[in-house]
């Protein structure tokens, strides 16, 4: 029987004891006498740090007061014939036993299941049997206890070659700053102001993302889920935002079964109320998709962080908002751990970043624990001066992919009524150089800040401005003389 050659392992060999009781667990054996042996035995080992020899087990055994007679005796008798085979293959051993422990706690993960449907278990809902049963599916016995640097150089080396899965941009200068797009795993933010271009942008992205051939969900909690759907319409359809609702019906379908053929991606949009969804929320439904539509994004686009709510900070602490906005950023980037996806996310700038053309990360609002959280902060700057060229400058505030200095502002095209941005020419870059030779483009040209616009309102603008008299910033005013 396996479950007494797991117990006379666990308590006659120590080796296999170390690497396979921690994910033993007492409702794993269903004879009394079996689990009565294992409760006494893990209870010296969590006591002792050691298995313990027979005679102990058996003292520890005589201590208990909750066992009748017959189950004494079988615990009596099954200690008494406890051996184990020294020729058992040990890596066989450690994998039946994790077999093992897979369909037992399947099995129970499945009865547990049936008991929540029937509303007998008051503790749980029905959206937590997903999640009951892929914690089931999911028991690994992970033998690594960390990476030895001088014995595995082979594998530290074969991790520097691994090409990194990305989600590249259809914006050449994003693939550079980010290695080729953004990685699983991650979450990036942007930070704009109130109309600044956020949800365009993501909305583009997400559009992009679509037709490259990725599973996108895009969360909403801002506008309802058939303004993002009209949006992404009008990006991918190449047409304004007015347009989309006079394009007549059998138009609109052949357009849309054209694009199905195009690409092998999905987009999913959900939308829920404005402060009233969290992380939980969020992982219940990635369960819901995946049952039900067989749908697992790979990247997530949540509009916006700052008006979720938190799973973890309630009641009186959700009042500090740098908890309660650093507990939601930790519990969005932890989903794109678990579920191995991308999360792009936004964020508003404070007051002291309008009007501000060089923004940092001290003007993100409400929490810098999101500065803290972030892969990757991108702030958004558009101005009067650049609505009327059709650009939006981008600024690099945080990179944890590449170096900062690299292209650490730059101008995309944008085209606001049909929700697109677009590659500017190399040479557009050169107006925003404000670093001296190379230093906001490689390459730029515009060290000696005599074209292009300023920036004001920083210690920098002023003193480009005086630099630069008679000459227009970024908003269109008269420089400073």
Known sequence: MLEKTILSNL????????????????????????????ETASEYLEKYKEPPSLEALKIAVDKRKDLNEDTYQGVHQLVDSMSIDVDTNMDFLIDETEKFCQDKDLYN????A???LDSQDNDMDKGAIPGLLSDSLGINFDQSVGHDFLEDVDDRYEHYHRVEER?????????????????????????????????????????????????????????????IGRRIDANIMDITLDEVGEVPRDVFEKRMNRYKTKTTGKLVIKEFPTGSAHSGHFRHLLNELKLKKNFQPDVIFLDYLNICSSARVKGAAAA?????????????????????CAVVTSSQYNRDAYGNSDVDLTNTSESMGITHTADCILGLVS??????????????????????????????????????????EDSAQDN??????????????????????????????????????????????VALT
């Open 114 to 116: 049936i008991l929540i």
């Open 167 to 227: 989600i590249p941009f259809d914006i050449e200068i994003l693939n550079k700053i980010t290695k080729g797009g953004i990685p699983r795993k991650s979450m990036t933010v942007l930070l704009a102001t109130t109309g600044g271009g956020k949800s365009l942008l993501k909305c583009h992205m997400a559009a992009n993302h679509l037709m490259y051939g990725k599973n996108v969900l895009y969360i909403t909690m801002e506008m309802a889920a058939e303004e």
């Open 383 to 424: 101005s009067e001066y650049l609505d009327e060229m059709n650009q939006l400058m981008i600024k690099q505030l945080k990179n944890r992919w590449g170096d900062i200095s690299y292209y650490r502002r730059f101008l995309v095209g944008i085209e606001r009524a049909k929700m697109k941005i677009y590659e500017l």
């Open 11 to 38: 308590i006659l060999n120590e080796d296999y004891c170390r690497k396979v009781f921690p994910y033993l667990k007492e409702d794993y054996f269903d004879d009394t006498v079996l689990r009565k042996v294992f």
């Open 109 to 112: 993960s499945i009865r547990k």
């Open 320 to 340: 500090n908002s740098y908890t309660l906005v650093k507990s939601i950023a930790e519990e969005v980037r932890g989903l794109a751990m678990e579920y191995n």
């Open 432 to 477: 925003i150089n404000l670093d001296g030779p190379g230093g906001g483009s490689p390459g730029g040209k515009n060290q000696n800040y005599d074209d292009g616009p300023v920036f004001d309102k920083t210690d920098i603008g002023m003193r480009l401005n005086k630099r630069k008299p008679g000459g227009k910033n970024v908003f269109g005013d």
